[in-house]
Nanobody, 125 residues
Framework: QVQLVESGEGVVQAGGSLKLSCAAS????????MGWFRQAPGKERDIVAA????????YYADSVKGRFAISRDIAKNTVYLQMNNLKPEDTSLYYC??????????????????WGQGTQVTVSS
């Protein structure tokens, strides 16, 4: 059974930082690309960042470029999202996801087979 468990939720002031983690089990982590998505109430779930199995390919939404960084630790079966200079508009439920498109290119929700339960990030102004 595949499980993706996010952690690192919190409430921070604008300009602050948070680091989210997603621990994966039940899948061959090194053969899956990983992504972070977010969904605010009443809005669609959108890609935030994605990374290939090796880390050689990464993708960032325009709204987070230069502020967020995605990384993964194969040995720990964990993917991370470092979020810096947070803004109130970053407030959302953040989801970790895994895709069999392990080399590159998975940026749409429909390309991801496995999802975590989500972790809340709240940024106050």
């Amino acid at each position: 059974q595949v499980q993706l468990v996010e952690s690192g939720e919190g409430v921070v002031q604008a300009g602050g930082s948070l680091k989210l983690s997603c621990a994966a089990s039940g899948l061959m982590f090194s053969r899956h690309g990983m992504g972070w998505f977010r969904q605010a109430p009443g809005k669609e779930r959108d890609i935030v960042a994605a990374i290939s199995w090796s880390g050689g390919w990464t993708y960032y939404a325009d709204s987070v470029k230069g502020r967020f960084a995605i990384s993964r630790d194969i040995a720990k079966n964990t993917v991370y999202l470092q979020m810096n200079n947070l803004k109130p508009e970053d407030t959302s439920l953040y989801y970790c996801a895994a895709t069999a498109m392990f080399q590159s290119g998975a940026t749409r929700t429909g390309q991801y087979e496995y999802w975590g339960q989500g972790t809340q990030v709240t940024v106050s102004s």
